[in-house]
């Protein structure tokens, strides 16, 4: 079954365990792993989504990759697809953002200085409008 887009998707590994994950050679959980590892945060460009058993549903990577799985049964989320809203601009640099794993909400965190939030952070302001320090 190819995705509905004609396009890739893209996605996030955001797991809730925030441990790397090796790829699969196979649409499943416990087929054998490839030598291709993703970090927490990893932006990957998915270019089939197979439903699976339990609910889950396995990605495809572009590439040639590996598979891997939007959740995994007793351990939770493991992707979530990587969106930026039309009229939205990019993060700011050094922010990401992340799915709560008990809520379910997306949330913010800044790489750079470890804050997190759950609203998302606007893009400073140019230098140009900071005021001129006094003489």
């Not at 989504?49 to 989320?77: I, N, R």
């Not at 809203?85 to 700011?92: K, M, R, S, T």
Request: charged share 20%; proline share 14%; aromatic share 6%.
């Amino acid at each position: 079954a190819r995705a509905s887009s004609a396009s890739p998707a893209m996605w996030r590994y955001s797991p809730v365990n925030g441990k790397p994950i090796p790829t699969r050679m196979a649409p499943e959980i416990e087929a054998p792993r490839t030598t291709t590892r993703l970090q927490p945060g990893d932006i990957m460009q998915v270019i089939e989504e197979k439903p699976g058993p339990g609910g889950v549903l396995f990605l495809k990577l572009a590439d040639g990759k590996g598979w891997l799985f939007d959740q995994k049964p007793g351990t939770g989320v493991m992707c979530v697809r990587h969106e930026t809203p039309q009229g939205e601009a990019p993060l700011p640099a050094g922010w990401e953002s992340a799915v709560d794993a008990s809520s379910g909400r997306t949330y913010y965190h800044n790489k750079t200085t470890n804050q997190s939030q759950w609203d998302r952070p606007a893009a400073p302001p140019a230098a140009a409008t900071a005021p001129a320090p006094l003489p």
